[in-house]
């Protein structure tokens, strides 16, 4: 009888301890699946969906037939400001396009230069397209810090995919008057090398 006993209590506590490991095993593994959540919903706008050549000047393409451009897609945006803002509205301008990031330390060398632009000629408009994960969020302090005097839009797929598949960052256009796509830049552009396209698709 006493050993039975013996057996049933040795029996018990094997199976309080398996209880036992079986709940801490199961608390970890919720602990870890919390975790992982965590991480892969939670991203900071400095983790970029996109990347930038830092350093480089990489002059893509220029086009030097005005005859056979491809057409620039006329995309309808919400700005930051709250307003709704289409290429088109700007018809008859040049319109340089500057995909950008507040994260971006060569999209942000090249803002200045787009300010002077935007101040100093009259037949130009610069566009900023936002790639930022959270626009709302970080950009309207930045705007106003940096003294940006041009539309700010919010992108979105379908405009990246339409304008080649925006990967790197700043990547930037120069639209003619007819919104015809003269020049395409990915990386910093030099100041000089966009006023001089600028001004040939103004003639």
């Known amino acids: ?24 095993f199961w608390n970890a593994f919720l602990v870890v699946i919390i975790i ?18 830092p350093g480089t000047k990489k002059y893509l393409y220029e086009v030097d037939n005005p005859t056979n451009l491809p057409t620039a897609y006329d995309f309808t945006l919400k700005s930051i400001d709250g307003s709704t803002k289409k290429l088109s509205d700007f018809r008859g301008k040049v319109v340089v396009l500057d995909f950008w990031a507040t994260w971006c330390p060569p999209c942000i060398k090249g ?40 539309p700010i ?14 990967s790197a960052i700043p990547t930037t256009f120069v639209i003619d ?7 395409k830049h990915i990386g910093l552009v030099p100041k000089d090398v966009l006023i001089e396209e600028i001004k040939k698709a103004l003639d």
Do not use: C
Not at 36 to 53: C, M
């Open 1 to 24: 009888m006493a050993k039975e006993k013996k057996q049933k209590a040795i029996k018990s506590t094997s199976e309080k301890k398996k209880i036992r490991w079986g709940k801490i």
């Open 36 to 53: 992982l959540f965590i991480v892969n919903n939670t991203r900071k706008d400095d983790t970029p969906p996109f990347q930038y050549p």
């Open 111 to 150: 803002i200045p230069d787009l300010i002077e632009i935007q101040k100093s000629m009259k037949d130009v408009q610069v566009i900023g397209i936002a790639v930022d994960e959270n626009p709302m969020q970080v950009a309207p302090d930045f705007i106003r810090k940096h003294k940006i005097n041009y």
């Open 153 to 166: 839009l919010i992108g979105n797929d379908k405009v990246y995919q339409e304008y080649g598949g925006i």
């Open 177 to 183: 008057k007819e919104g015809r796509i003269r020049n």
